[in-house]
């Protein structure tokens, strides 16, 4: 182990405290208190079904340090109080493996597969049908974990199969591995082997900050895995989120294991391990294929990344007849998904304009095959990300799809650097109007300050106009606004009550039937609410949610558009940024001008009622809204909710009166039972509509 002084260094007997202090009902109390600390260790992080309320472990683990700092002799290695603490080492020591850690054949096919199945099947010819054990193939970090009489005595990575490192001080901080195993009847000497990862969203948040931080990011969960048990100092690797989960008997010496490696597993998550709950063992091939398919469509929804399926033999004797080739076992094979990570050329960059002027660097690239679809473009953020990447033109890049996440580049191929590589140099002008770019202090984002003048923002402000929530335009798509514009019929969304059917039905593509339709639902859009028109009229930061807002507060589009900040200011959920923007927008006489033209060419929306707002039925109440509702959109609840004068409001927090929580509610929903904020679910908030009269239908 390390050069330096370390609490662990040298495994003590689990029952030294009972040899140095005679206090026999402190020795109890100590033994408890590992139980019940081990216990609700278990439950918390290997079952996932914690048991033991926050404050009542804290408490225990409190008592625990209390006498441990009052009776030093009481303090055991294997304590739940030590999984950190070691002191940072130098260097880590090589550690040899006594059973080398083999790697696995890989299978990329159905035909793979059969192949694999085959050569087995040949080689143990007297049996019928063979079984295998099927798990998920982790994308993290092999690792070996020795046990002495139940406790950890050192871990280790794989290293090249044979030597590997002693990384024991890090992999005592995470804390889904036991320090100590749990029951009586495990070996005296216990290999167990498995994969160190981080969860997509621990990799997900850490990178979040770390880029708040402007520090460096991972580019993927093995390579934080990797990262994380790097780490010299056990400190740092005890702040990252690490699990582990077992997948493989190393060696096993004075004590029974079973003779089926799926029962192995459950042996083992006896004895404190976490297992893959995906874990199953089925027959034959056809078993094995429709394992695999019914895996690649749950793997996105899993919390952690795969990155294929792992099938072995189940039965230990096979797998002893079996033996191994070079370095791969002949009874397991891994049958490999699509990579999520492929290399290709970086062929341009290019800069899109969006609807509030946001300059974007679009990266061309040389189309590739990566996580199950072509990949030919990838956002590249903004010059900060460019920046961090340090990419040019001409470069190899790593682009990742994972998921339904649009594609990234993760890193640049250095090496691969070609001379010609150019720098990626933002333009200073609007690549579509030639307006000047502004950057605000503190800002990532660039823009166009061309506003409306800009053909790019007009496009995507007429879009964004004509959308579902906004004034619904039907059959005015993406593609016929880009259409419209680039031939001249529109400027601007106003434009659009002045089409022509001649000049309509001469598009490209467009017979005089679908510029008929177009034409009625132009015409019929003109039937709208006042929060759909101004949702519609694209102010910034100005949502569904705010628009319902202003509405409910100000009645009336002639007094919001002479509101000063101040009154703005009033409005729910309506800040100071918010509130600069709404001002701006109606300043400007552009926008004026298209208002007025709106209002002439007869938009029009039902008069609101001036109702005194402290007599609906929720006046005064804040509601939070989440998760997926089965019988409509989140929009809806909260239009819902409005009308009858709730506030809705973006987060939990102690002045929620309600949260509405559909299906798969996250961290809200969690928020709100601490807060003891009350909760409905979906059946509650619909018997809350009705009573106020409103009947929802889906
Ligand atoms: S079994 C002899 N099972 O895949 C069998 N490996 O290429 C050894 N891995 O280094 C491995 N999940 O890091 C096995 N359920 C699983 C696995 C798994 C991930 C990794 C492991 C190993 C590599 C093999």
Redesign the pocket.
């Known amino acids: 182990m390390s050069d330096q002084p370390s609490l662990f260094d040298e495994p003590e007997d689990d029952s030294s405290f009972s040899q140095n202090t005679n206090d026999t009902s402190l020795m109890a109390e100590v033994k408890q208190l590992h139980d019940q600390l081990n216990q609700a260790n278990y439950q918390y992080y290997v079952l996932d079904d914690p048991q033991l309320p926050d404050a009542e472990y804290d408490r225990l683990f409190h008592r625990l340090k209390e006498i441990e700092t009052s009776h030093p002799e009481c303090l055991t290695p294997d304590s739940p109080t030590q999984r950190v603490g070691a002191a940072p080492l130098s260097h880590f020591e090589q550690v040899t493996h006594d059973v080398p ?4 054949d ?1 299978a990329f096919d159905a035909q793979d597969m059969r192949d694999f199945n085959r050569r087995v099947s040949e080689r143990i010819k007297h049996v019928d049908e063979v079984f295998y054990a099927c ?8 690792v070996s974990l020795l046990y002495e009489g139940g406790l950890l005595v050192r871990a280790a990575t ?1 290293g090249d199969g044979a030597v590997g490192e002693n990384i024991t001080q890090n992999i005592r901080t995470v804390p889904s591995i036991p320090l100590k195993l749990l029951g009586e009847n495990y070996p005296a000497v216990l290999e167990v ?3 160190v990862y981080m969860p997509k969203k621990g990799f997900n948040d850490f990178n979040e900050k770390a880029r708040a931080r402007e520090e460096k990011l991972f580019v993927n969960p093995r390579n934080a895995a990797a990262g994380s048990l790097r780490q010299l100092d056990p400190k740092i690797t005890a702040t990252r989120p690490l699990e582990f ?1 077992c ?2 008997l190393g060696r096993a010496e004075g004590g029974e294991v079973p003779a089926k490696h799926s029962e192995i597993l459950s042996q083992f998550s006896k004895w404190g391990f976490k297992i ?1 709950p995906e874990m199953r063992v089925v027959k034959g091939i056809e078993g094995c294929l429709e394992y695999y398919e019914q895996l690649a469509e749950k793997r996105n929804s899993l919390a952690y990344e ?2 294929g399926i ?1 099938f ?1 033999v189940d039965d230990i004797n096979l797998q002893q007849q079996l033996g191994f080739v070079s370095r ?2 002949r009874w ?1 094979i ?1 049958h490999k998904f699509p990579a999520q990570e492929e290399m290709t050329l970086l062929k341009d960059v290019e800069f899109q304009v969006g609807r509030t002027g946001a300059i974007t660097p679009v990266a061309r690239l040389e189309p590739v095959f990566v996580g199950g679809v072509t990949v030919s473009n990838a956002t590249l953020h903004n010059m900060d990300e460019i920046a961090r990447l340090g990419v040019m033109v001409g470069d190899t890049v790593i682009i990742r799809r994972a998921g339904d996440v649009i594609p990234q580049i993760v890193s640049v191929v250095q090496s691969k650097r070609p001379a010609s590589a150019k720098a990626i140099v933002f333009p200073l002008a609007c690549p579509v109007c030639d307006s000047h770019i502004e950057r605000i202090e503190g800002e990532a984002v660039s823009r166009c300050s061309g506003g409306l003048v800009c053909a790019a923002q007009r496009k995507e402000a007429i879009k964004h106009f004509a959308s579902r929530k906004a004034m619904d335009i039907d059959g005015l798509g993406d593609k016929l606004v880009e259409q419209l514009v680039d031939e001249g019929l529109i400027e601007s969304f106003l434009d659009l009550y002045s089409l022509k059917l001649d000049r309509l039905m001469n598009l490209e593509r467009m017979g005089e039937k679908s510029a008929q339709n177009l034409l009625a639902s132009i015409e019929a859009s003109k039937q709208t609410t006042l929060p759909k028109f101004l949702y519609s009229l694209g102010i910034r930061e100005v949502g569904v949610a705010t628009a319902q807002n202003l509405v409910n507060h100000f009645l009336d589009l002639k007094i919001l558009v002479k509101a000063d900040l101040d009154a703005l200011l009033e409005v729910d959920d309506v800040g100071p940024i918010v509130a600069e923007h709404i001002l701006s927008f109606f300043a400007e006489p552009h926008n004026q001008k298209i208002i007025d033209g709106l209002l002439n060419i007869g938009i029009s929306w039902p008069v609101i009622e001036k109702k005194d707002a402290s007599e609906l039925p929720l006046a005064g109440q804040t509601f939070v809204v989440t998760g997926t509702l089965a019988s409509m959109g989140r929009d809806q609840a909260k239009d819902y909710l409005q009308r009858l004068g709730a506030k809705v409001a973006g987060s939990v927090s102690a002045k929620t009166h309600g949260l509405v929580a559909g299906e798969k509610a996250g961290s809200k929903l969690t928020k709100a039972q601490d807060l003891d904020v009350a909760i409905l679910d979906e059946t509650a908030f619909l018997a809350l509509l009705n009573q106020h009269g409103i009947s929802h239908v889906s």
């Open positions: 850690m083999l790697s696995l890989n798990e998920p193939k982790l994308d993290g970090i092999a794989r082997r498995g994969e989960c997948y493989s893959n795969i990155d792992v072995k791969a076992p397991a891994a």
